[in-house]
Each structure stands twice: as C-alpha cells, then as structure tokens.
C-alpha cells in the first residue's frame, strides 16, 4: 500500500459504545485514586472514554488489510478481538498497572498500536513489551492537547505509551497536567527520599500475598507525597491550628468545624436606623431532607446590633436573601439601597463582615450552629505574625488583548500590569 492512502481506523468503523458509556458513568463515583481527587476541574472528561477514543484512533481497521484478513469474516473477528482489547483496557481496574492483568491488559493495548504502526511501515511488530514501548515512542504520533483542562486526555495517550503534551491558558489546569504528566515519569521506578521509607522495596499486596519488591513505578513518588503532606499537614495544625476551635455540639461533645459562614455587611442608609445590614441572597443553610436549617437574623434596635440565630424549619421557614441585582434591603428597617450606594461602600472600604453559621461535623451528617463569641474571636484573632507582608498592589485583571498584545516583547508585562 501507498503511503498516500489512508487506512481507515476502527474509530470510524465501529467501537463498544454502550460498554464504553457504562464504564465513563462508573468513573464518576470512584474516588480512590481518581486524579479528580488531585484538584477540582469542571467538565473532567471520562478516562474511560479518553482511552478508548486515543486507542481507536491510532489502530487500523481491519478493512484497511485486505491482505491480512481477506474475508469479511476474518474482519469482523479480529474487530471483535479489537472490541474486546477496548473492552478490558476501560475496566477502572485495569489502570492501576500494580495488578498483573492490568499490566497485561495495557500490554496488549500498546502492542495492537505498535502492530498498526509496524504494518503502515512494512515492518515486523516489536513482541516485548519494552521493546513495544520503545517502538511507540519513537514511531507512534505524539500527542498535544492544547486546551487539556483536567488533562485526562495527555494521561491517557501517556498510559498507552504516546509522547503526551499538554497546554492551556488557565495556570491551574497547567499546574493540574504538570502534576499528572510532566512529573510522575521523572520519579519512575525510584525509590522515595523520605527518612522513613525503606529505600530498597516496597510492600505490594497484603495479608499472606504480600512480598517485598523494587520500588516500581510511581509508587516511591506516592510514598513521598504521603509522608511529605502529612508533615506539612501536622506542621500547618502546630502553627495555625488555635485558629480553627473546635465546635460544641448541643449533647456537650466537641466537633471539628467544617466551614464559618459570613455575610457582607454595610451601614444602612437609613440613618435613624445605624444598623450594619447583612448582604446575603439567602439564610438558607441546608435544603437536604431531615436537615433543613437556617440563620435568622435577630436585631437589638436599642443596642443597634444583629445577632443570628440558626433554626430548622420547624420553627419556620427563612424569608428571601436581603440582596439581588438592584440592591440590598436592610433586615431591620426595611430601608432599601440600591445597587449604586453598596458600591459607592465598597469603594469608600465600608464592607465589614459578620458571621452567620457554624458548620460542624456531625456523624454521618452536617451539624448548624449559632455564632458563638469563641469563633468570632478566633477569627479576628487571626492576624499574620510573619515580616514579610506582600505590599504590591493587586493587578487590574487583564484582558485577553492586552496578554495576546505583550507576547511580542515578553517581560513588558510588569510594567502593563502596573499601570
Ligand atoms: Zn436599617
């Protein structure tokens, strides 16, 4: 065959679909060792889907060799054999390459790619798998995900064996790919450096299948992140952790506290009233079933002060928020500011804050509390003891024109940021 002619590839012929929709619904509720459990990135696509879709690109149709499967037969049997290569390599076990058949499933995979590159260049197909992996890095396309996001995309041309790329112009998903396919491969098959490992094997296995081997993989890179995170972890809590009280829960027992819920507030522009006014588009705390709750405001008109009180709905129900887009409506007067005046306070640095709610770890559910005065303190408590204070000003955000504008006299962009 011509190297002008295009052999089709199975993707444009036909693939597994349902098995594949099956196993990219299933990934969503897997949280071991998923890389959504790295960092939050909206639209993750599937690495299910990914595999199988990089895959079918890269490996011919059999239509495209009438001389290796002559009949129609032979060609729907070795698609079907192709199916079924997609069908193992998708199984969420079957990324974890610590597993035996894993290790074979992605074997298998790697090499039906390689036989397709082998065949295009009227070679033989290298059988081992190093040798198989030697071949696709220097034979396959390599791969670039320009916009790769949560980068499930570069991972999985990487996974099965593809010089992967990846870029975008949002620095956490640059951060998000650097940490998933620019890093892991530099620490392969390295032991860990931490003073607690053993630096000569690793445990796999457990209970009476358990046996020690070389470190393999990136297994001595998790090791690290591990003891490395639990230090700065510990180190974080010893420094900082007088910040965060505990909570204490109706029945007298102590709970960690999830979050400290704070509304915006400015002064009323009723000045009869002097109150602070809370800026909240809501008092809803929790809408979930059997734990319905929410912060009530409570005035002292005397004193010129609010308190907030949470309740369940058994003891009613909130009002709407006290601000939208056209303004704000004060909690005690009923004054109304519109949406000019809250600015001109955050201009004139007017916005204080108060807190609304405590939110406790309860078991198995969340816990609302009131304010207390202990958690109030805490917080204002926390002023940075440290010399260095960042002086800079916040850059204005830039526009997409102004960055396109300063690529053509890179380290300008200081002086653009500043004006
Ligand atoms: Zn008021």
Redo the contacts with the bound molecule.
């Keep these: 065959m011509s190297p002008s002619v295009r052999r089709r590839k199975l993707i444009e012929v036909d693939l597994p679909l349902d098995d594949i929709n099956a196993e990219s619904k299933r990934e969503k509720s897997i949280r071991h060792g998923h890389p959504s459990t790295l960092h939050m990135y909206w639209a993750r696509r599937p690495l299910a889907a990914c595999r199988a879709v990089i895959f079918a690109s890269l490996v011919d149709d059999p239509s495209a060799w009438p001389k290796v499967f002559p009949t129609e037969q032979d060609q729907i049997d070795e698609r079907e054999h192709l199916h079924d290569v997609i069908r193992r390599m998708i199984e969420w076990e079957h990324t974890d390459e610590r597993r035996p058949e894993a290790r074979e499933v992605m074997r298998e995979a790697r090499f039906e790619v390689a036989r397709s590159l082998a065949r295009g260049r009227g070679e033989p197909a290298p059988t081992e798998p190093e040798d198989v992996l030697a071949y696709l890095r220097d034979h396959a396309p390599p791969l670039h995900d320009p916009f790769a996001g949560g980068g499930s995309i570069p991972l999985e041309a990487q996974r099965l064996g593809l010089r992967a790329a990846a870029s975008d112009l949002n620095p956490v998903a640059v951060l998000i790919n650097k940490a998933l396919i620019e890093l892991p491969p530099k620490f392969r098959d390295q032991p860990p450096v931490n003073p607690d490992a053993d630096q000569k094997s690793m445990t796999i296995g457990k209970g009476r299948t358990a046996k020690r081997v070389a470190w393999r993989g990136a297994a001595g890179l998790a090791d690290d992140i591990r003891y490395y995170g639990r230090w700065m972890r510990d180190e974080a809590y010893e420094r900082i952790g007088h910040l965060y009280p505990p909570a204490t829960l109706p029945d007298g027992t102590e709970a960690t506290v999830i979050a400290w819920l704070w509304a915006r507030t400015i002064p009323?522009p009723?000045p009869a009233?002097g109150?602070r006014?809370p800026l909240m588009k809501t008092f809803q705390l929790s809408k979930k079933k059997g734990n319905e709750h929410w912060t009530r405001p409570v005035v002292d008109r005397e004193a010129k002060t609010m308190a907030f009180v949470v309740q369940d709905h058994a003891e009613g129900v909130p009002d709407g928020g006290t601000v939208d887009r056209h303004g704000a409506t004060?909690v005690?007067?009923a004054?109304t500011a519109p949406l000019a005046y809250v600015r001109e306070q955050g201009k004139a640095g007017n916005i204080g804050e108060q807190m609304t709610a405590v939110v406790a770890e309860g078991y198995r559910k969340r816990v609302f509390l009131s304010p207390t005065d202990a958690h109030v303190d805490a917080a204002a408590a926390a002023k940075p003891d440290f010399n260095f204070v960042p002086e800079q000003k916040c850059p204005r955000p830039l526009t997409l024109s102004a960055v396109v504008g300063t690529e053509s006299r890179i380290g300008a962009n200081f002086s653009l940021i500043d004006s």
């Design positions: 009323c009723n009233c109150l006014m004060c005690a007067c004054a």
